[in-house]
């Protein structure tokens, strides 16, 4: 829990014995197991691995700095291209650098470590041949990073899938923030394919069984509507921009330009055409620098997934079936009945 002195406003409770049992019917098991070792944080029940907890007040009370970037995001809405264009922009366009350095490196993720326990810290060094490259990279995924970003120099860029509740009450009157949502049928579809990807996450099931999860609230960091409703809500702040997934991959320039006037940056039409190339879908999911190439490098991801993938708006369409679609459609009205929130297809 970090800290001994530091301060956590929430509880961590347990989930209830049935939401237990569906995950284990899930994941096809009768062992519980790190992947999907949910506590329940707060009034919202947000959705956190277990391992979060050691660093959670330490997250919480974190000092930050005006010159500090968030990119604030439910997973799989748009972080990635979000986090290369806040970086590019604020780094005087340097491609060599973005491209030489993973973007995990140049843009920190606060959570990462929590995907790792220490029973895959052991499996992994046990089956690695290059165990100076594997501690290399334990080191700068599977630890707390709260303790290193106190040395960073500035400006820091920060990404992090953690809802604005269990971040420092002071960030957005302090740093930046930019926060991505996307339809949440889209990042279901999409979390699915990551929770294939990435080995430690493996999910065994079919779309369907997974869907079922993520309506529960049983995804990592669900529920997603708390989530944006939270980020939504503040959308008006001078320290926020609030953007869509939808808009980012149906105007490009345009968003990019909404997120370099946001950052006080001037962007040429040559520099916006390059910026856009180097976005594009297909060199993006090439491009080692922001896929995890030293995970792949090292075993950690499944061959046939991709972290970029698609890329695209309303693919979830591919994978309803009727009964789905239904169940979508009133799980997505009933939670915005109380907000102004809508998605742009
Ligand atoms: P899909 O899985 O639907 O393709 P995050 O970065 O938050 O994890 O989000 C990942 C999603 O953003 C994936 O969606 C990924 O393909 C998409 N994405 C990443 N880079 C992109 C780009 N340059 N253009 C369009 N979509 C991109």
Known sequence: MGEANLSFPYDFKELEPEEKTKLLKAYKT??????????????????????????AANIYNMPVRSSDIFVISHQRSGTTMTQEIVWLLDNNFDYAEAKAKALHERFPFLEFFTYFGQKWEEDFLQ?????????????????????????????????THIPLSLLPPGLLDTAKVVYVARDPRDVAVSSYHLYRLYKVMNFPGTFKEFWGL????????????????????????????FLFFEELVKNLPSSIQRIADFLGKEVSIEQMNKLCDHLSIENFSKNEAVNYHSLRELGLLASDEQFVRKGKSGGWREYFDKEM???????????????????AQ
């Open 325 to 343: 679609e239904q169940q979508a459609e009133q799980w997505i009205a009933a939670n915005l009945r109380d907000t102004d929130l809508r998605f």
């Open 127 to 159: 089956s690695t041949d290059d165990k100076r490259k594997a501690l290399k990279l334990i080191e700068s995924i599977a630890r707390p990073i709260t303790g290193k970003l106190l040395t960073l120099p500035s400006p820091r860029y920060i990404k």
């Open 30 to 55: 009768s062992e519980p197991d790190h992947k999907f070792d949910f506590v329940s944080i707060g009034p919202k029940k947000y959705k956190q691995l277990r391992t979060y907890c050691q660093d």
């Open 214 to 241: 993520f309506v529960q609230d049983l995804v990592n960091r669900t529920p997603i509507f708390e989530h944006m409703k939270e980020a939504w809500n503040l959308r008006h702040h001078k320290n926020m921009l």
